[in-house]
């Protein structure tokens, strides 16, 4: 079996190890990592450190991969990169990733209000005819999980892998640990929400006892991945012939929030901080990048953060990888 070199052990180990601890780490990790070190030891002999053309050189797209292939082996060094210059051990250029999707530009749907509301009052439909307890409690995970995002503009990730100690329900403050990126944020609940996941959590005590996820599949296990996709899917068809996913509603939640400050004054700046940072978002724009998409609105964005809003509004903590 091959091992890292001991010339790059010790930074590599470290770096593992602060993973880990944020549990984002996993056995292909560990493989891109040893394929690294090859890497270095084949085209860089004698070399002692991680340097930037040891990087470059790496994540360089290869005559035999796609661009969504070329980013799953490269986006772990640069998150290395990233670990080590953020803790001056280095002071390197973090590469620019490939994405299979960097040449798309999707265009999020535009809820109504009569939209939405078509499409909660069907999940809440669903709840009513299941056939048994279990399956009524799975529906009502639907119906509670789509209000969630919605109104808080979480990620489906982070609301399908939420823990129920992360959640109080006491002060209605959600402490998001696993998302996107590895650094935690929190999410306040606005008062009809609080109450919604206080009951649901109320059902759910009496189906799954002590429960590792917020939304529960078995007692210890979350919904599967495919889940939020495809149930969204099957219940806005119902309602609606257009297209639309559940990350449309973190969209959303962007957007309304930002229209909705559009004579704010001085207030507009305070109130997109906050916004970024509820959300995650690891730079300011990020968070205008959902308002941009929307071309009668971005005029109305732009007046507010020309050059100069951004030396006004400190930049947002590192809250997500990109």
């Keep these: 079996m091959f091992e890292i070199s001991p010339s790059r052990k010790t930074l590599i180990d470290a770096f593992k190890e602060y ?21 270095c030891l084949e085209h860089f002999p004698g ?12 994540c360089v797209q290869r005559d035999t991969e796609i661009a969504g292939s070329c980013y799953c082996r490269t986006y772990i060094i640069a998150a290395l990169v990233e670990y080590l210059n953020q803790r001056g051990i280095c002071s390197l250029s973090v590469p620019e990733l490939l994405r299979a999707d960097q040449h798309r530009t999707y ?31 799975r529906r009502l995970a639907i119906s509670v999980f789509f209000r969630l995002i919605y109104s808080t503009g979480m990620r489906t990730i982070e609301a399908r892998l939420l823990e129920t100690g992360n959640v109080d329900l006491a002060n209605g403050v959600i402490d998001i640990k696993k998302s996107k990126g590895i650094d935690q944020h929190y999410v306040a609940l606005h008062g009809s929400t609080l109450a919604i996941l206080k009951n649901y959590d109320k059902v759910l005590r009496t189906v799954f006892p002590g429960r590792e996820y917020f939304f529960a599949y078995t007692a210890d ?25 559940p990350y449309d509603l973190r969209h959303n939640y962007a957007i309304r929030n930002i229209n909705s400050w559009t004579d704010e004054g001085f207030g507009f700046s305070d109130k997109f901080l906050y916004l970024s940072k509820s959300m995650g978002h690891k730079k300011l724009e990020s968070t205008k990048y959902y308002y941009s998409l929307v071309p ?27």
């Design 221 to 245: 296990k979350p919904f599967y991945r495919e889940w939020s996709p495809l149930v969204f899917r099957r219940i806005w068809d119902k309602v609606n012939d257009k297209h639309a996913n």
């Design 107 to 137: 265009i999020p749907h535009g809820f109504t209000d009569e939209e939405l509301s078509a499409f909660f009052e069907e999940c809440d439909k669903e709840v009513t005819v299941a056939a048994d307890q279990l399956v009524a409690v």
């Design 47 to 58: 070399v002692d450190d991680i340097t930037q053309e040891m990087v470059d050189s790496w």
């Design 296 to 322: 009668a609105l971005a005029d109305t964005l732009a007046s507010h953060s020309q050059p100069g809003f951004d030396d006004i509004v400190p930049e947002v903590t590192r809250y997500e990888e990109s």
């Design 19 to 39: 993973r880990v601890a944020a549990d984002r780490w996993n056995s292909v990790n560990d493989k891109l990592m040893l394929y690294f070190d090859r890497h």
